[in-house]
């Protein structure tokens, strides 16, 4: 066992111990929850940072967002690289609590490890930082910038932030610890992201509902026109069949089939859709979603032919393919369809970037040694498929810094639905490839000769 592992294996009962109390506090950062436990959990977190050693531990305040935690450790040295750490305190609501087996806010040992709300998103992720930077004793071999949101779930203003104070968020690399591991046991880097936008088809043939005996059969039904329009969203095989949206191969790992099933709860016997690994299916290809259907419910249906119907749509796209290109193709495959000579009008709505890792560099080479030396096994690449608005933000404030993803979660932890769980093995893992990965990071630029970015 190397030196890093004994002095983190020292400190995981106290990081254990902190885990427990910082996820006993209901940060919920939504409409309608109160203020106080988010105020208490940002005062835990500075705290916690403080007497490990971070000399610099600061409380950002944005208007209509939480207030940031940013900790500060100046480089030992001249030339050192600064290395930012980024996690967030706040929390999903727990939703129904009767489908918990114990209740949200009461960490709960679960085999191997802790069950409450948002421990494993992202909390862990808080406490595998400060394990970090107290195995060091406050001294890590890099510069760290400390950045710990608290309104990442809802959303906030921060995202935007980052640009307009680049000096504060300067780095050469950073580590976005709102992630984890493919399957527990198996180092996970994820490198890429699908964009998305979203668009409205709608669809209007008639002033008003008419009487289906008496109209129906020449009186055309909106509902109709618009399911016929969507039936070309997707060819036989459930590949998306829209011209214009990149797919390519997926060259990392991904998951089995039956992982997958499990994950998303396919029902038995019914087959997956689409064609090809389920990396691409999943990260390097297309997806479209209904996700939203105007139309008369069944319970309430009268015979009448329908005269509006409308969908929102949600198109997750290559993370290369610019969303705005991808949200055109769509609009204009939609407005090309004229189903029984009838045109949909069709809005392009919200669009948000995806992202795709450069891994060449010398913190991905630094980070895949970490990972192997905490887990024992090769890193594998995966995309996610949550969207971290945060990253493009922070990439836009330091345009040359390495983006890492990785940390304390598994894909099967249950974020953000109920009895969300983390293992102690990829908590004290994830602290200890923070270490390496600083280790590892420090010293290929003092090889480098420093300032390598
Ligand atoms: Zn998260």
């Known amino acids: 066992m190397t030196s890093i592992e004994a002095t983190v294996d020292s400190l995981m009962g106290g990081l254990r111990a902190d885990l427990e109390r910082l996820a006993s506090i209901p940060s919920i950062a939504f409409p309608g929850y109160p203020p106080e436990p988010v105020e208490e959990a940002h005062a835990l977190v500075a705290a916690l940072l403080r007497d490990a050693g971070v000399p610099r531990v600061e409380r950002l305040d944005l208007p209509d967002t939480a207030p940031v935690v940013l900790g500060e450790i100046p480089p030992p040295e001249p030339g050192a690289p ?49 394990g970090m930077v107290r195995a060091y004793g406050g001294r890590p071999p890099v510069g760290v910038k400390l950045v710990i949101e608290g309104q990442e779930e809802y959303g906030s203003a921060f995202e935007s932030h980052p640009p307009t104070d680049p000096e504060r968020f300067a780095c050469d690399a950073m580590v976005i610890a709102d992630h984890g591991n493919i399957r527990p046991g198996t180092p996970t880097l994820a490198t890429g992201l699908r964009g998305a936008c979203e668009v409205v088809a709608e669809v209007r043939t008639l002033d008003e509902p008419r009487h289906s005996g008496e109209f129906g059969g020449a009186a055309p039904d909106a509902l109709l026109v618009l399911l016929k329009a969507l039936g070309t969203l997707h060819d036989v095989h459930g590949d998306v069949a829209v011209e214009g949206l990149r797919r390519e191969d997926w060259t990392g790992t991904t998951y089995t089939e039956e992982e997958f099933r499990s994950l998303a709860g396919v029902r038995e016997g019914v087959p997956l859709i689409g064609s090809g690994s389920l990396g691409e299916r999943l990260w390097s290809g297309p997806a479209i979603t209904v996700i939203g259907l105007d139309a008369p419910s069944v319970d309430h249906g009268v015979s009448a032919v329908v005269p509006y119907a409308r969908a929102r749509l949600n198109l997750r796209c290559h993370p290369r393919q610019d969303p705005r290109e991808a949200q055109g193709r769509l609009v204009a495959h939609l407005r090309s369809l004229k189903p029984f000579g009838i045109p949909l009008t069709v809005r392009p709505g919200a669009a948000g970037p995806g992202y795709e890792a450069a891994t060449g560099g010398p913190a991905y080479r630094a980070a895949r040694t970490a990972l192997k030396e905490a887990w024992g096994t090769e890193a594998s690449y995966v995309a996610t498929g949550g969207s971290i608005p945060l990253v493009n933000g922070l990439a836009k404030a330091a345009p040359g810094a390495e983006v890492l993803l990785f940390g304390a979660q598994d894909s099967m932890c249950n974020l953000h639905a109920p009895n969300e769980r983390v293992l102690f093995s990829e908590l004290r893992n994830t602290v200890v490839a923070l270490c390496a990965f600083v280790r590892e990071y420090a010293a290929d630029f003092r090889r480098a000769g420093g300032g390598a970015a």
Request: glycine content about 8%; overall charge negative; some cysteine.
């Open 82 to 130: 600064t290395v930012l750490l980024y996690a967030h305190y706040d929390v999903q609501p727990p939703g129904d609590v009767s489908l918990w087996k114990s209740p949200p806010f009461e960490p709960t040992p679960v085999e191997g490890g802790l069950r409450a709300c948002g421990i494993a998103d992202d909390k862990a992720n808080v406490i595998a930082h400060l």
